[in-house]
């Protein structure tokens, strides 16, 4: 993985692994000298254990420390590395302390690392081959720890970020102590045992300063704690002891987060008003059944349905919104706690995935900022790691990424000396604000200049790396040192790793380490069904896990760039919390967009979902996942169950009530459950077996043929790579210590062939899951089915930022993918109306998830009701029959609940009038046009399986400026519908007005009713019309004229013609007697 390694491309079923490489490379680098590092306590060398290598007191970080500092540490201190605070481990020849784990047979911990021995073998020999022989590797160096593996870049190591798994260094981190260089080996330290143990350190001066000053460190910071709660009170939530015990009024052991909730008097008041109006909807529908309208049964009828269909999506839509709340993180106690300064991070390591497809469509320069932002967060640099997914294997995109990698080294030292926010360039460039506000240092407005150019130059380099991509060679695309781009066919290619920064080579400007950037393309093939976004992040998820293992996982879109540089630490407050980290399966926070126009016409801000649903769901068992701008935890992808207490154990209300309480045995046993989460997740760095999942019933084979079968299940559930498979029990993160780096890349290309998924449960149980175009619905739902909690975090700063169509036509077409994977879903054996009903998904919580999918349904009755004014008007009757007045009191009523409802949301929400409105609108608009669209095609994609696209087709404006876009007409199906509502409505206001003007005042009464519910219809449609019409007071002269001419026109035809009046009428009203007058 070394970033100047060049290019790995290769296909594991074709047995195909070839090294791409870079120009000037350079052979093998001399190793450092092992001698003369000292012990970082009393300054003598480090030393030999007892069998003669090189003695390593940590295992977990490597820290120096001699034989004389750890054996005092351990009887007299406090027994803990100075560096990573891990227990020391009893070494052979060490005495037994208080504390040590018990060990049975075994008088040294050395035998349970005895896999280095055979790897470190394997390593000499790997270090010892020549520059020049041929890559030739084949599958079954994958299985066999002996076999010679060949270097793969001219005898240079794959990566200086991934040390070798030798007996001198059990642990993969590597410090970020200043003043110890984690890619140093340990040196030997000699320990001559007729010297006087004082001459070592033991008892010096200089050793019980150390002491002393750590004493006097902790005691310093309990007095201050103390005087901070002296009588022993404080906002101590989740610990129950209000501040008693005195260890944990520590701020650095205090709740990393708080609920924050909402006032009682808005919250009882909101549900008050939900409960008074479901009765006033029970004594409507009383009243609308019991009253039918003889002479318009059928419109009666129809508007009946309809109503109760939208009276059952309103309980579906408010009653998961009964428990809201807000959340509140502490960075501060963070930092106290795994992130304090002059100390190694104890931050958790973190993947962050972006995915991206064409280049065409998702410009490559709004790909690099998201990519800068990421690698310029605010986070330990060996913490983070980025993986670019081109799932459109685009050279564009690679030679962009390697542009941006580039620019990175000066970007990312200037956002972090600076303290700029947000920190993708593109943005802080654009911002409108005083840039100078809060900076004190003076070579900054220097250096923002400059940084500025570098940028313009950066952008100069992509647009003109754009041109070039805009006409393909016939030949195909080839690299810069004349080798042909491997993805030339974007479905027929190998897959595709390139490390572009890293620990090993990737500094910036300053010397100092940058987090790694990963290219990756995964092998695509003719005939294998690849899953698009879903198959995507899955090939992210072991590919990472192969080469850097992130305990947890960021996924963001290409087009969402970190607005917030503290958004990690931010879902670390919850992901490392003790109380909350263990249940929880993500992180998700609110998506927000830039280039809006400032109406939100289309309501693409959707700031109703996600600031009044998602935060009623966090009150529950969490939001649904939105498909970005979401943390996940590892374990839960891999399909784990979470460490639930006993209260979260219990089975829901519905299976309880319908199949009892659960037995006592394999359900209610706690013993069985504790013995499960012991054997499901584990602490522990060495690869183990899940023996769960074995088949029952096989107690009476021997252990080799016990162990055989849960490899076999094993292999069956996450494939057939045994380093990916040791990676899934590290719960913590990290590379495997038993792992060779030099098979990492192989094992990478491995792990995203297109046919490593095949028999095995990737996409079904484990992964983002497939079947829907909505991925992100079903990933969310099967971790909730299992009793995962997810969480909702809305930082002060927003988070993540992105772009949204605000142009009519693409906001359809986006709303259409949308509604379509909800109807998927809802036809598949996924649906959450009987899906998980024997898991831990509670019951609001699956309101909110089958409102999810059935919400495109209500296009069909909402179109009706949006056609029945028009029919009403047009034709004289009305669905509703002559009501009194006790009647048109429960009318009356139900529309104040309505408001009264949608009122209190906004006052606990904070969300504005206006926002609630557009999104109304939209709703309307949506469903009346892209909603209906997507149940008929997924209705013809799941039953026919013929896959309908609607193509839009673009007529360009001449007019350019700030939301041009906006502005741009493009004709596509998804018109034609709420169009015709439009004109049908609009027609039916003519005729019923003209009907009232030639019937008389006797008509206007019974007109007023008709005449609301039409307007209604076409003020909801009111955006729509507008996009129809083109820019804001532009609308052409002509087009008002011919409007108000074929209005008057229609009009008085329509008096003249009266077709709604019958002769005989005609004839009474004209005086004349027929035959029988």
Same mark, same amino acid.
């Given at each position: 993985?070394?970033?100047?390694?060049?290019?790995?491309?290769?296909?594991?079923?074709?047995?195909?692994?070839?090294m791409?490489?870079?120009?000037?490379?350079?052979?093998?680098?001399?190793?450092?000298?092992?001698?003369?590092?000292?012990?970082?306590?009393?300054?003598?060398?480090?030393g030999?254990?007892?069998?003669g290598?090189?003695?390593?007191?940590?295992?977990?970080?490597?820290?120096?420390?001699?034989?004389?500092?750890?054996?005092?540490?351990?009887?007299?201190?406090?027994?803990c590395?100075?560096?990573?605070?891990?227990?020391?481990?009893?070494?052979k020849?060490?005495?037994?302390?208080?504390?040590?784990?018990?060990?049975?047979?075994?008088?040294d911990?050395?035998?349970?690392?005895?896999?280095?021995?055979?790897?470190?073998?394997?390593?000499?020999?790997?270090?010892?081959?020549?520059?020049?022989?041929?890559?030739?590797?084949?599958?079954?160096?994958?299985?066999?720890?002996?076999?010679?593996?060949?270097?793969?870049?001219?005898?240079?190591?794959?990566?200086?970020?991934l040390?070798?798994?030798?007996?001198?260094?059990?642990?993969?981190?590597?410090?970020?102590?200043?003043?110890?260089?984690?890619?140093m080996?340990?040196?030997?330290?000699?320990?001559?045992?007729?010297?006087?143990?004082?001459?070592?350190?033991?008892?010096?001066?200089?050793?019980?300063?150390?002491?002393?000053?750590?004493k006097?460190?902790q005691?310093?910071s309990?007095?201050?704690?103390t005087?901070?709660?002296?009588?022993?009170?404080?906002?101590?939530?989740?610990?129950?002891?209000?501040?008693?015990?005195?260890?944990?009024a520590?701020?650095?052991?205090?709740?990393?987060?708080?609920i924050?909730?909402?006032?009682?008097n808005?919250?009882?008041l909101y549900?008050?008003v939900?409960?008074?109006?479901?009765?006033?909807?029970?004594?409507?529908?009383?009243?609308?059944?019991?009253?039918?309208?003889?002479?318009?049964?059928?419109?009666?009828?129809t508007?009946?349905?309809?109503?109760?269909?939208?009276?059952?999506?309103?309980?579906?839509?408010?009653?998961?919104?009964?428990?809201?709340?807000?959340?509140?993180?502490?960075l501060?106690?963070?930092?106290?706690?795994?992130?304090?300064?002059?100390?190694?991070s104890?931050?958790?390591?973190?993947?962050?995935?972006?995915?991206?497809?064409?280049?065409?469509?998702?410009?490559?320069?709004?790909?690099?900022?998201?990519?800068?932002?990421?690698?310029?967060?605010?986070?330990?640099v060996d913490?983070?790691?980025?993986?670019?997914?081109?799932?459109g294997?685009?050279?564009?995109?690679?030679?962009?990424?390697?542009?941006?990698?580039?620019f990175?080294?000066k970007?990312?030292?200037f956002?972090?000396?600076?303290?700029?926010?947000?920190?993708?360039?593109?943005?802080?460039?654009?911002?409108?604000?005083?840039?100078?506000?809060?900076?004190?240092?003076p070579?900054?407005?220097?250096?923002?200049?400059?940084?500025?150019?570098?940028?313009?130059?950066?952008?100069?380099?992509?647009?003109?790396?754009?041109?070039?991509?805009?006409?393909?060679?016939?030949?195909?695309?080839?690299?810069?040192?004349?080798?042909?781009?491997?993805?030339?066919?974007?479905?027929?290619?190998?897959g595709?790793?390139?490390?572009?920064?890293?620990?090993?080579?990737?500094?910036?400007?300053?010397g100092?380490?940058?987090?790694?950037?990963?290219y990756?393309s995964?092998?695509?093939r003719?005939?294998?069904?690849?899953?698009?976004?879903?198959?995507?992040?899955?090939?992210?998820?072991?590919?990472?896990a192969?080469?850097?293992n992130?305990?947890?996982?960021?996924n963001?879109?290409?087009?969402?760039?970190?607005?917030?540089?503290?958004?990690?630490?931010?879902?670390?407050?919850?992901m490392?919390?003790?109380?909350?980290?263990?249940?929880?399966?993500?992180?998700?926070?609110?998506?927000?967009f830039?280039?809006i126009?400032?109406?939100?016409?289309?309501?693409?801000?959707?700031?109703?979902?996600?600031?009044?649903?998602?935060?009623?769901?966090?009150?529950?068992?969490?939001?649904?996942?939105?498909g970005?701008?979401?943390?996940?935890?590892?374990q839960?992808?891999?399909?784990?169950?979470?460490?639930?207490?006993?209260a979260?154990?219990?089975?829901?209300?519905?299976?309880?009530?319908?199949c009892?309480?659960?037995?006592?045995?394999?359900?209610?046993?706690k013993?069985?459950?504790?013995?499960?989460?012991?054997?499901?997740?584990?602490?522990?760095?060495?690869?183990?077996?899940n023996?769960?999942?074995?088949?029952?019933?096989?107690?009476?084979?021997?252990?080799?043929?016990?162990?055989?079968?849960s490899?076999k299940?094993?292999e069956?559930?996450?494939?057939?790579?045994?380093?990916?498979?040791?990676?899934?029990?590290?719960e913590?993160?990290?590379?495997?210590?038993s792992?060779?780096?030099?098979?990492?890349?192989?094992?990478?290309?491995h792990?995203?062939?297109?046919?490593?998924?095949?028999k095995?449960?990737?996409?079904?149980?484990i992964?983002?899951?497939?079947?829907?175009?909505?991925?992100?619905?079903?990933?969310?739902?099967?971790?909730?089915?299992r009793?995962?909690?997810?969480?909702y975090?809305?930082?002060?700063?927003?988070?993540?930022?992105?772009?949204?169509?605000?142009?009519?036509?693409?906001?359809?077409?986006?709303?259409?993918?949308w509604?379509?994977?909800?109807?998927?879903?809802?036809?598949?054996?996924?649906?959450?109306?009987?899906?998980?009903?024997?898991g831990?998904?509670?019951?609001?919580?699956?309101?909110?998830?089958i409102?999810?999918?059935?919400?495109?349904?209500?296009?069909i009755?909402?179109?009706a009701?949006?056609?029945l004014?028009a029919?009403?008007?047009?034709t004289?009757?009305f669905?509703?029959?002559?009501?009194?007045?006790?009647?048109?009191?429960?009318?009356?009523?139900?529309?104040?609940?309505?408001?009264?409802?949608?009122?209190?949301?906004?006052r606990?929400?904070?969300?504005?009038?206006?926002?609630?409105?557009?999104?109304?609108?939209?709703?309307?608009?949506?469903?009346?046009?892209?909603h209906?669209?997507?149940?008929?095609?997924?209705? &013809?994609k799941v039953?026919?399986?013929?896959?309908?696209?609607?193509?839009?087709?673009?007529?360009?404006?001449?007019?350019?400026?700030?939301?041009?876009?906006?502005?741009?007409?493009?004709?596509?199906?998804?018109?034609?519908a709420?169009?015709?509502?439009?004109?049908?409505?609009?027609?039916?206001?003519?005729?019923?007005?003209?009907y009232?003007?030639n019937?008389?005042?006797?008509?206007?009464?019974? &007109?007023?009713?008709?005449?609301?519910?039409?307007?209604?219809?076409?003020?909801?449609?009111?955006?729509f019309?507008?996009?129809?019409?083109?820019?804001?007071?532009?609308?052409?002269?002509?087009?008002?004229?011919?409007?108000? &001419?074929?209005?008057?026109?229609?009009?008085?035809?329509?008096?003249?013609?009266?077709?709604?009046?019958?002769?005989?009428?005609?004839?009474?009203?004209?005086?004349?007697c027929?035959?029988?007058?």
């Open positions: 993985m070394a970033t100047n390694a060049g290019m790995v491309a290769g296909s594991h079923n074709r047995n195909e692994f070839v791409i490489r870079h120009e000037g490379e350079q052979g093998i680098k001399p190793q450092k000298n092992l001698k003369d590092q000292v012990c970082q306590i009393c300054g003598d060398t480090v030999l254990s007892a069998t290598d090189i003695f390593v007191a940590c295992n977990e970080c490597a820290f120096p420390v001699c034989r004389p500092c750890y054996e005092y540490e351990r009887k007299d201190g406090n027994q590395c100075p560096q990573c605070k891990t227990r020391y481990k009893r070494h020849g060490s005495p037994r302390v208080e504390g040590d784990d018990e060990e049975d047979d075994v008088d911990l050395d035998d349970e690392f005895n896999y280095n021995q055979a790897s470190g073998k394997s390593v000499q020999q790997w270090q010892l081959h020549g520059q020049d022989e041929d890559v030739e590797l084949s599958s079954s160096s994958r299985h066999e720890a002996h076999h010679r593996i060949p270097r793969l870049t001219s005898g240079q190591q794959i990566s200086g970020e040390p070798d798994a030798t007996p001198d260094r059990h642990s993969i981190r590597s410090p970020s102590s200043g003043h110890v260089d984690p890619n080996p340990v040196p030997v330290r000699i320990v001559d045992p007729s010297r006087d143990l004082n001459s070592y350190g033991l008892n010096s001066v200089d050793w019980k300063e150390r002491v002393e000053g750590w006097l460190k005691e310093k309990t007095t201050q704690m005087n901070k709660y002296p009588d022993g009170k404080g906002d101590m939530e989740g610990t129950g002891s209000n501040g008693e015990d005195l260890q944990m520590d701020d650095s052991r205090q709740p990393l987060s708080r924050v909730p909402i006032p009682s808005q919250l009882n549900r008050v939900i409960i008074l109006r479901l009765i006033i909807l029970c004594f409507f529908f009383q009243y609308r059944v019991t009253h039918p309208v003889h002479d318009a049964y059928g419109l009666w009828l508007s009946v349905i309809c109503e109760i269909w939208f009276a059952l999506s309103w309980l579906l839509d408010q009653f998961p919104k009964w428990y809201p709340i807000n959340r509140e993180t502490f501060d106690r963070l930092s106290l706690r795994f992130d304090r300064d002059g100390e190694p104890q931050l958790a390591p973190i993947d962050i995935f972006v995915s991206t497809v064409d280049p065409l469509k998702e410009p490559p320069l709004v790909t690099a900022n998201t990519v800068l932002s990421i690698l310029a967060v605010d986070y330990p913490k983070v790691s980025c993986y670019v997914s081109d799932d294997s685009a050279m564009l995109t690679f030679e962009a990424l390697s542009e941006t990698s580039e990175a080294r970007w990312v030292p956002c972090k000396k600076h303290n700029i926010e947000p920190r993708a360039p593109e943005f802080y460039f654009a911002q409108k604000i005083d840039y100078l506000k809060d900076k004190i240092q070579s900054f407005v220097k250096e923002r200049r400059a940084m500025k150019r570098e940028y313009e130059e950066f952008k100069v380099r992509i647009n003109a790396l754009v041109a070039k991509a805009q006409k393909t060679p016939e030949e195909g695309w080839t690299m810069q040192d004349g080798t042909p781009w491997p993805g030339n066919n974007p479905r027929d290619h190998p595709m790793i390139q490390v572009f920064l890293g620990h090993s080579g990737g500094l910036d400007t300053d100092n380490e940058l987090p790694r950037l990963v990756v995964r092998e695509k003719p005939g294998f069904q690849h899953h698009k976004k879903a198959g995507a992040m899955n090939a992210l998820i072991r590919v990472s192969v080469l850097t992130g305990a947890y996982l960021l963001v879109d290409c087009d969402h760039y970190f607005n917030n540089s503290k958004a990690l630490k931010e879902a670390m407050c919850f490392m919390d003790p109380a909350l980290g263990k249940k929880t399966c993500y992180v998700q926070f609110p998506q927000r830039d280039g126009d400032l109406h939100d016409r289309y309501a693409n801000r959707n700031i109703v979902f996600f600031d009044i649903n998602l935060k009623g769901l966090d009150g529950i068992q969490g939001p649904v996942y939105v970005t701008g979401c943390c996940f935890n590892r839960a992808l891999y399909g784990y169950d979470p460490l639930l207490t006993e979260d154990l219990e089975p829901n209300i519905i299976f309880k009530s319908c009892g309480s659960r037995k006592k045995g394999r359900g209610g046993n013993s069985y459950i504790d013995r499960k989460r012991a054997v499901k997740r584990t602490e522990s760095t060495i690869p183990i077996f023996m769960e999942d074995m088949d029952e019933g096989i107690e009476g084979y021997d252990d080799e043929r016990s162990l055989l079968m490899q299940s094993l069956k559930r996450f494939g057939q790579s045994p380093i990916f498979i040791a990676s899934t029990f590290m913590q993160g990290g590379i495997p210590p792992t060779n780096p030099a098979s990492l890349l192989k094992e990478a290309i792990v995203i062939s297109c046919g490593y998924e095949d095995t449960e990737w996409g079904k149980e992964g983002w899951i497939y079947g829907s175009v909505t991925e992100d619905i079903l990933t969310g739902f099967k971790m909730h089915a009793g995962w909690i997810s969480i975090c809305m930082p002060p700063r927003p988070a993540f930022k992105g772009s949204a169509p605000i142009n009519l036509s693409d906001r359809l077409n986006q709303v259409l993918r509604a379509l994977g909800s109807v998927e879903i809802l036809l598949s054996r996924h649906c959450p109306i009987w899906y998980g009903y024997s831990r998904l509670k019951l609001l919580e699956r309101l909110a998830y409102n999810t999918i059935v919400y495109p349904i209500t296009s009755p909402l179109i009701y949006c056609v004014p029919i009403c008007l047009l004289g009757k669905i509703i029959p002559e009501i009194s007045n006790y009647a048109g009191m429960w009318f009356i009523l139900l529309f104040i609940s309505i408001f009264a409802t949608g009122i209190l949301e906004l606990w929400s904070g969300v504005g009038i206006e926002d609630w409105w557009r999104n109304e609108q939209f709703w309307v608009i949506g469903g009346t046009s892209a209906l669209f997507a149940v008929f095609q997924g209705l &013809l039953l026919a399986g013929i896959d309908t696209n609607f193509t839009v087709t673009s007529k360009a404006s001449d007019e350019d400026g700030e939301f041009a876009e906006l502005y741009v007409f493009k004709w596509t199906s998804l018109l034609i709420p169009t015709t509502l439009l004109i049908v409505n609009l027609v039916g206001i003519v005729a019923g007005v003209s009232a003007i019937s008389g005042y006797q008509s206007w009464g019974p &007109l007023f009713g008709k005449l609301f519910f039409a307007i209604w219809v076409i003020v909801h449609l009111y955006p019309l507008k996009g129809l019409l083109g820019r804001q007071n532009r609308t052409p002269t002509i087009v008002i004229v011919w409007s108000i &001419l074929l209005a008057s026109i229609f009009s008085l035809l329509w008096v003249r013609i009266d077709p709604f009046t019958s002769s005989t009428q005609k004839a009474v009203a004209m005086g004349q027929g035959v029988n007058c």
